[in-house]
C-alpha cells in the first residue's frame, strides 16, 4: 500500500487508486468477506472495487485526480477493513 502513496507523490493518483483497487480484489479473492465488515468498510470497498480501470492520462479527462491526503486516507482506511 505505500507504494499507491508514492505513485500519488510521484502525480499518478488515479495510477494509485487502481493499486488499491488490485489489493482490495486480492484480499476479497483471498477470502476476505466484506458482507462481515461495517457499514463504512463495505461503503469503501464497493466504491474501490467499482473504480473503472483507466490510466491516470485518460481519465483525468474526465474526472478530478484525489489528492495525496486522500489516497492516505483511502489507504488507511483499507488497511483499517482489510488487515
Known sequence: ???AINLAKMGKP???M???KSYVQEKIEEGKDV???DKICRDLISAILATPSINDE???VFVPSPSIEEIEAVVQ?????LG
Open 1 to 3: 500500500m505505500e507504494e
Open 14 to 16: 488515479l495510477t494509485a
Open 18 to 20: 487502481l493499486l488499491i
Open 35 to 37: 458482507n462481515k465488515m
Open 58 to 60: 485518460s481519465w483525468r
Open 77 to 81: 482506511k483499507v488497511k483499517e477493513c
